[in-house]
């Protein structure tokens, strides 16, 4: 800051008395003016007079604020000296900047080893059988993923599991808007269209699946089992006929056929066929199922009992079942 004069350090007494003898003398001139001069002539030195007299006003109000924002003398120097940044625990100078709000935060995009971890997690929910925990896994994937069809079509079918089919078929509708031509997702939305007993949808999503794939065997089946479950027995027998022919060893397609003959009160066959299907997959609760209501209606409560328990092993959760086997317990 540059050395005060003593002219400057009395600037405000100064500069009031330079003002009050220039007007002095303004005044004075125009009073001589008007005494010798002519009436007309007076008109111009007056009004020079007035407007010197309104900037040297002006001048000097403009100079008091603007004093008042300059340091006092005995003001410390560290108060207009900018404060160090401060230094971080690694030693490097931080910077001011403002922590990171949860708008910015939620801005920056998710790495892939996030996505990743969601997936693990579903993968995991769906293996202890928390299906419900599965859904909303995997919803916050597809929420989050830049490729949310991976999450297709296990997130409907988590919904399923828990009985939420109306949601199952919103996730699948926003799959299938993903990704139109995945066949595995146009048959696992026909199966949950077929299960909400929208059977016509669920026909075209399935014959769409056989106008790209003719021998897919999911959508086959399905169209035989969207037959049975309307009741048109026939058309589900040729149906399911025309798949064993090709695949005789296909337990989707058995099963179809077993409870076919069931409702047409062919027991016998009906019997054997399920027995063919449990020689070939003994895991398959439905199979033994069926078994044992054949062997009640036979009046073979033991083979009956022993058939509803190992269905009941496979699916604990079949209340039917559970309540056919008390039924018998209480009458030995």
Known sequence: MPNQTPEDSGKPSSDEARLLSDVRELLGRAGRLVTQTSKMKIWVPIVCSIVLTCYYLYAFHQKTPSAANLTMPGEPAAAVVAEPAPISQTGAPTTGAQPMTQSSAASEPETEI??????KEAEQAHASQQFADEAKLWQQFMERSPLPQEACPAIGKAYERIGDIDTSIRAYERCVSIEPGNVDILVAFAHALQTNRDFDRAASLYRRVLLKDPGNLD?????????????????????????????????DALLIEGIVAWRQARLPDAEKIFLKGTAL??????????????AEAERRPQDALREYE??????????????RRSRLQEAR
């Open 281 to 294: 997959d003994d895991r398959r609760p439905d199979f033994h199922a069926f078994l044992g209501r054949i």
């Open 219 to 251: 959508a086959r089946n399905g169209l035989a089992l969207n037959e049975l479950k309307q009741d048109h027995l026939r058309e589900a027998d040729q149906a399911v006929k025309s798949i064993l022919e090709k695949a005789p060893d296909n337990t």
């Open 114 to 119: 996030g996505y990743a971890e969601i997936r």
């Open 310 to 323: 190992k269905a009941l092993v496979l699916d604990p959760g079949d209340a039917d079942i559970a309540e």
